[in-house]
């Protein structure tokens, strides 16, 4: 039998273990393959979308904020060297009614013979989005665009047709029904460029921008989704957070189990030694265990995870009402979630038995050693020194003596190494604390009690480990929780501030990345402003540009002076900044203004169809649209600089009194229209659903850390019990009782368990007031912080209750 | 002479702890072994017995002294040289078996075979005689779960011989086993001695030692009477 054999017999023989190691190993690989999926998918919704219309050896030249100009702009620039042809185009986004849901579609017009045209007052619908919409060629279909509602004849677009035009996404219209439908007159607001092959992007690039006039400006297809870079980091950053923690977590429980495991087979590593298997050769039976344990991990994780990530695009596109494009399980995938699963096996297996393995036979044959190697004089410098290194990164990044990008990218890394530095602070002094409690726990618990303190306070280094996994939940626990409910009962209040209006009326449900916005005539909102209870309508547009060089969204608005200002200002400044906003300032978005480096009083540069434009910074407020990259702008100072672009939503407030009336109206006015309505206490209930599903999420997630806490516990409990065998033997023979012995354990695991709760919860409450610096410091936004009971209570209690539950579950060794 | 001594232990100490807790279960024990001797190694408890054969086997490392196997001085060698010395030289027979749970008898007999690279089909055949030398060829499938304590050692012993090496040691063999199967295990180690091959046994029964080729006796750390026959 040779030594796969022999390492495959060894994992078949304890089930049990072998399973929790390797469904440690999965949950860690499939955390961070479901992190990967999901952001590839969530990049690559709208990057495929725009690429597939363009091409993908594209460029595009557009106006900043998708506003008109000549289409006589397109014919030199076909001469510019490396471009081979530059077609005109409208491209805008429309509303498409439905019995369904009403839904935002790219609409695209270009000139015959450059890309599907059909003829006049007919609309080309792909045919999976004709199906999806009841539709059928030579039916009726409306559209909504910024000159109005469009009525239009159905012609479906096969398939094979739909391949060659690059995306499902679209409808295709001829060049005056787009003109029409989007108020352009004669203009066009795109120039498809196609680039020549083997031409070199970046010159051709250079040479476009350098030809084009002022106000034009020239972008990759997939740069129309910029605006959701913000969005996308924040997402990311939280889940390369997530995968961090989780793959932490995998790699404990596999080291746990692993140095159970190893306690278990001493004497066999010794007989293996005795029979002349030199130490490498005994390293080699555990590197191959690592190698099954990480390769099967690995596979199993990396499905786990596309599943996973499968899961959760459904139910955001659910919860959000958008179809995502399922996620797609790539090299790169398979390649993290088996390296991953690789790296955790190896590092938690097979690096800490090497020394293990070296250790002289006798010494293994030894029941009353301790384990071999345990006693490391460096862990304690070691982790003061990662400790030392965590909290500096962090502290730069505080206080943005860090770039953002540096910051950003450090910060994971930097907080994995504050955990790590404090559970090794912390942790190796938890065993001597409670045995200096020896009298008052054998007032409490009796002799058992006693034994139980004294047994684990002479094995410090195992009983170490299982306390500081307490510890680490613990922290773990409260900081994440406090973070995270702070956060989102801040964007409670900002939808409570920012949205004060009893109905919305748009023309579909709207894009969580703010990149597909269906524009409505102007005029709506005078006919809602006349209907029955209607006090006052208000306008909002979002306009994608630039600001000094950063993508944002420009939240152009029409404030009514009778309200109070809807903006989520910190400080008493609202009448100041409203009369600031009517002169022409902008108000920014605290992540804005924090990427920008700007404040109150500064000046930024907005691309502007008139070319670029200074524009006063008069206040910071809090915003969560575009993921913080926004930036608030009267109505009339956004239409000058931008021209007209339509109202995106329209806010309609009732009078005092007749909210109901209003109501009725203006869903019988929009039902005949084909517009979607938004009652006020429905975009509360989304919020409330979704603040409610992340809490949940939140929860379920604290609820993991707890059992893996227990499960941790549970390991060195169990280690140390195998490290006791004998002074259990001594015990039992000078007549306690087995009932006794099994008290002592008993006490032994409530006491690990727990004795990390009181530090974790300190330090968990210090974590979240650091994580709330960095993130202010990072991303700009300031979040107030409150102590919140139930997240203090609910991890140091569920840390309580794993600890007996460990307790209950020891077994009389 | 002394081209024919398997065994020479020369002035050995050995000495455990450090400071006041310091204790030597050797203090100068010196002894010779001829080849194809039968060696009983017994004295009283704490006397240094095992201590000794645990440096005959390499286990260990004499504090001061030297142990010559086979006139190579393993005191001298590194951790790894002293296994793949062991593995080549010398059979290790324990008193509580330490067959592996997850082998077979089979297998149990041909690890050491096939950590030393011995291909699947030698180690084997090579287990299967060895076994059979034990009589336990019919029990080759068997764990040692399901055999007795006697058939076990006796299994330990297949184990300690299918390398064929000069020197066999045996810690205790007989000290978990009832009278009859202590005899069986003995009886099987006695007949392992020969022109060849050595065997050194360490055993607290005095009735056992009396029919061993030769007694060396130890008390409190050191050989006491005559050190060998070959006048050492």
Redesign the interface.
């Given at each position: 039998m040779g030594l796969w054999a022999y390492t495959l017999r060894d994992i078949a023989r304890r089930p049990g273990r072998s399973l929790f190691t390797l469904s440690g190993i999965a949950v860690g690989a499939a955390a961070a393959v479901a992190a990967l999926v999901t952001i590839q998918a969530a990049r690559g919704q709208y990057r495929e979308l725009f690429e597939g219309l363009a091409g993908r050896s594209a460029l595009e030249v557009y106006a900043p904020g998708e506003a008109g100009f000549d289409p006589a702009l397109a014919e030199p620039l076909a001469r510019v060297p490396g471009i081979r042809a530059a077609f005109p185009e409208v491209q805008a986004t429309g509303g498409l009614p439905s019995w369904r849901s009403n839904a935002a579609v790219v609409v695209r017009a270009c000139r015959p013979g450059d890309g599907p045209s059909p003829p006049d007052g007919v609309v080309l619908v792909p045919e999976q989005l004709a199906d999806a919409h009841g539709m059928r060629p030579g039916g009726r279909l409306r559209l909504w665009g910024t000159a109005g509602l469009g009525d239009y004849t159905v012609s479906v677009l096969p398939p094979a047709e739909t391949r060659k035009a690059g995306s499902a996404g679209f409808v295709a219209v001829s060049l005056p029904t787009a003109r029409r439908l989007f108020g352009l007159g004669e203009q066009i607001n795109l120039v498809r460029l196609v680039v020549e092959d083997g031409a070199d992007p970046r010159a051709v690039r250079e040479a476009v921008a350098s030809a084009l006039p002022p106000g034009l400006c020239i972008r990759e297809p997939s740069a129309r989704a910029d605006i959701t870079r913000g969005l996308r980091a924040a997402a990311s950053c939280g889940l390369t957070g997530l995968t961090a923690v989780a793959l932490g977590a995998a790699g404990y429980i596999v080291f746990g189990l692993a140095q159970l495991n190893l306690l278990a087979r001493r004497s066999e590593f010794a007989v293996l030694r005795t029979l002349g298997a030199p130490a490498r050769q005994v390293e080699g039976v555990l590197f191959r265990s690592a190698l099954i344990f990480g390769a099967c991990g690995g596979v199993l994780g990396t499905l786990g995870g596309a599943v996973l990530s499968w899961a959760f695009l459904r139910g955001a596109g659910a919860a959000a009402g958008l179809a995502l494009a399922p996620p797609r399980l790539g090299w790169e995938e398979i390649a993290l979630g088996l390296g991953l699963a690789l790296g955790v096996s190896l590092g938690a297996i097979w690096l800490p038995a090497r020394r293990f393995c070296r250790t002289p036979p006798l010494t293994l044959f030894r029941p009353e050693n301790q384990v071999p190697g345990e006693p490391r004089h460096w862990t304690t410098p070691a982790a003061l020194g990662c400790l030392a290194i965590g909290l500096w990164v962090l502290a730069e990044c505080a206080t943005g003596r860090l770039s953002l990008s540096t910051g950003r990218a450090a910060f994971p890394p930097a907080l994995a190494l504050t955990l790590a530095g404090l559970a090794g602070v912390v942790a190796p002094r938890l065993p001597p604390t409670i045995a200096g409690l020896e009298r008052p726990v054998r007032f409490v618990f009796g002799v058992e009690g006693a034994l139980a303190v004294r047994l684990f306070a002479e094995r410090p280094d195992g009983a170490a480990r299982a306390c500081g996994v307490g510890f680490v939940a613990v922290t773990l626990a409260v900081g994440f929780g406090h973070s995270v409910l702070n956060a989102l009962a801040d964007v409670r209040a900002w939808t409570d501030r920012a949205i004060p209006a009893d109905l919305l009326v748009r023309g579909a449900p709207p894009d969580p990345g703010f990149v597909l916005n269906v524009p409505l005539p102007e005029s709506l909102g005078d006919e809602l402003r006349a209907l029955d209870g209607v006090a006052g309508v208000d306008r909002i547009a979002f306009v994608p540009t630039a600001a000094n060089g950063a993508p944002v969204l420009v939240l152009a608005r029409t404030f009514a002076p009778e309200r109070s200002l809807p903006l989520a200002v910190r400080a008493d400044e609202a009448d100041a900044l409203r009369l600031a906003l009517a002169r022409g300032d902008a108000v920014l978005a605290e992540g804005l203004a924090n990427t920008l480096r700007v404040s109150a009083g500064d000046f930024v540069s907005l691309d502007t169809p008139l070319g670029p434009r200074r524009v006063r910074v008069a206040g910071v407020v809090v915003e969560f649209a575009a993921g913080g990259a926004a930036l608030y702008l009267d109505w009339d100072t956004a239409a000058s600089l931008f021209g007209p672009s339509g109202a995106h939503i329209f806010l309609v407030a009732a009078h005092t009194g007749q909210r109901a009336e209003a109501e009725s109206a203006v869903v019988r006015y929009c039902a005949g229209r084909g517009l979607s309505v938004q009652r006020n206490r429905e975009l509360r209930t989304a919020v409330d659903e979704l603040t409610r599903g992340l809490t949940a999420g939140l929860w379920a997630l604290l609820a993991v850390v707890v059992v893996i806490a227990a499960l941790g516990v549970a390991n060195g409990v169990a280690a140390l019990a195998i490290e006791q065998r004998d002074d259990v033997r001594c015990l039992r023979a000078v007549g306690m009782s087995a009932r006794r012995v099994r008290r002592m354990l008993r006490l032994q695991a409530v006491l690990l368990g727990t004795a990390g709760a009181p530090g974790g919860a300190l330090c968990g409450i210090a974590l979240s007031l650091a994580l709330d610096r960095v993130i202010q410091g990072l991303w700009g936004y300031q979040v107030p912080f409150q102590i919140r009971w139930g997240v203090l209570s609910w991890s140091v209690g569920g840390s309580i209750l794993a600890a007996l539950a460990v307790g209950a579950a020891t077994r009389d060794h | 002479m002394t081209d024919e001594r398997s065994v020479v232990v020369h002035h050995v100490t050995k000495v455990y702890g450090v400071g006041a807790a310091q204790v030597a279960a050797l203090r100068g024990a010196s002894t010779a072994v001829r080849a194809g001797e039968f060696v009983a190694v017994t004295g009283p408890s704490g006397c240094g017995k095992s201590t000794l054969l645990?440096l005959l086997?390499g286990?260990?490392t004499p504090t001061t002294g030297t142990v010559l196997i086979n006139g190579t001085d393993i005191g001298r060698l590194d951790?790894?040289a002293r296994?793949?010395f062991?593995?080549?030289h010398i059979g290790?027979v324990f008193q509580s078996f330490?067959l592996?749970?997850?082998?077979t008898a089979e297998?149990n007999v041909?690890?050491?075979l096939?950590?030393?690279g011995v291909p699947?089909v030698t180690a084997t055949r090579k287990a299967r005689a060895a076994l059979d030398r034990v009589g336990l060829g019919a029990r080759a499938k068997h764990r040692p779960t399901e055999m007795s304590g006697g058939e076990q050692q006796r299994v330990a012993v297949a184990?300690a011989i299918v390398?064929d090496p000069s020197l066999i040691l045996a810690d205790e063999p007989t000290g978990n086993l009832d009278a009859e199967n202590g005899r069986a295990v003995f009886d099987l180690l006695r007949g392992l001695a020969g022109a060849r091959r050595t065997v050194v046994l360490v055993t607290h029964d005095p009735a056992l030692a009396a029919r061993a080729d030769r007694v060396v006796r130890l008390a409190d750390g050191v050989v006491v009477g005559v050190p060998d026959a070959s006048g050492l």
């Open positions: - | 645990h086997a286990l260990d951790e790894d296994t793949a062991r593995g080549r290790v330490n592996l749970g997850i082998l297998e041909a690890l050491p096939t950590l030393g699947a184990r390398t």
